[in-house]
């Protein structure tokens, strides 16, 4: 297992890279450069990024933002194109060290959130958090403006500005589209990119749809253990595996977590995890919470039990952190509370592997 950080570059993130690698048992990032879904990224970014972690200790073996355009997941316009750029930056990041990318199929938004930094009444920290009756009669934009405004000034990821300048036109682009429609076009993409990742050493991610369900009609064919068999079966290799994040599956308490951990992790199809607990508070309702079991609906034991039997030697990152002790920050991408999940990921992780013994 090798615990990881998302960061996102000296330039964006109020966290500096010294303070990443002082938390115990830290061994690298899963990174990112904020590029346009579709270029084909610089080689020179690229290598002043890993030369500037390489620098700090730490090692940067898996990428989390090279995009998959919408005109790919539509199967229109120019996604021969785009894929030609996917392979590029695949073929560059490969040469440099890269072992796994993270990515997702999901159409329009990466994820989607109702508040930003909805107050915890236990302990008065906030997390991100969804109810869908909040939505109420908001459409796409009204959501993108809202969510804008929460973020406190920082790019979030999956929110891109050029994404969503273009959000009317793309939005029409997806009239019609049905499940099987996108499936489709994801085995387009995965047949054109899966052998060049069998060339080159790289194992791509796909990340669960954010939240667990379909959202504004549009259709989602990564949210529950039967999706991904389906897609990784649309080109079995492999190089075709799932980020297995627990708590966008987990949005949904129908999604048994330990179980789909141990599903794939016997097909050896998890190239990567990111672990985190939700609160449910309802239907289509829940908040991010700490780490530690007993504050969430999720058993983080049984989760990190299910990895060291089935695929211990997997990079894990905390994901999202509460916002506490008044940190300002990126949200749900806070210093304090990540910190604090890595160090209860860690002692779990020892007292399996001892209790194994």
């Known amino acids: 297992m090798k615990m990881t950080f998302r960061w996102y570059g000296s330039q964006s993130d109020p966290i500096p890279l010294k303070y990443i690698k002082q938390i115990p048992g830290m061994t690298g990032l899963m990174g990112l450069l904020e590029k346009p879904a579709g270029v084909d990224w610089p080689e020179e970014e690229f290598i002043a990024l890993k030369k500037e972690v390489n620098e ?45 990318i993270i990515y997702n199929f999901m159409p329009v938004f990466d994820w989607l959130r109702t508040d930003l930094a909805r107050v915890i009444p236990e302990d008065g920290s906030n997390s991100l958090y969804f109810d869908e009756k909040d939505l109420g009669e908001m459409g796409p934009l009204e959501i993108v403006r809202r ?14 500005p050029e994404r969503l300048a273009l959000l009317e036109t793309t939005l029409k682009q997806y009239e019609g589209m049905t499940p099987d429609g996108l499936r489709k076009n994801f085995k387009y993409f995965l047949d054109a990119v899966i052998p060049v990742c069998e060339e080159v050493g790289v194992r791509m991610a796909c990340h669960p749809d954010d939240p667990a369900w379909p959202i504004f009609g549009l259709p989602r064919i990564t949210h529950s253990q039967e999706d991904f068999d389906k897609m990784v079966k649309l080109h079995d290799s492999p190089a075709n595996t799932l980020c297995l994040c627990t708590g966008s599956l987990g949005s949904n308490p129908d999604n048994d977590i ?53 695929c211990p030697d997997t990079y894990i990152r905390p994901d999202h952190g509460r916002m506490i002790w008044d940190e300002q920050g990126r949200p749900g991408y806070g210093l304090y509370d990540r910190a604090l999940g890595v160090a209860y990921l860690n002692g779990l992780w020892e007292a399996i592997e001892k209790n194994e013994k």
């Open 147 to 160: 969510t804008a405004s929460g973020s406190k000034g920082f790019s979030l990821p999956g929110w891109e």
């Open 56 to 100: 700090a200790g730490l090692e940067i073996e898996v990428i989390e933002s090279v995009n998959v355009h919408e005109d790919i997941k539509t199967g229109l316009g120019r996604r021969d194109e785009y894929i030609a750029n996917y392979i590029s930056t695949i073929r560059m990041l490969a040469k440099h060290g890269v072992k796994v």
């Open 258 to 310: 330990p179980a789909a951990i141990r599903h794939f992790g016997k097909m050896d199809r998890i190239g990567a995890m990111h672990v985190r607990n939700v609160k449910y508070l309802g239907y289509h309702h829940f908040r991010e919470a700490s780490h530690l079991s007993s504050t969430g609906d999720l058993d983080v034991y049984e989760i990190m039990k299910a990895i060291h039997e089935t």
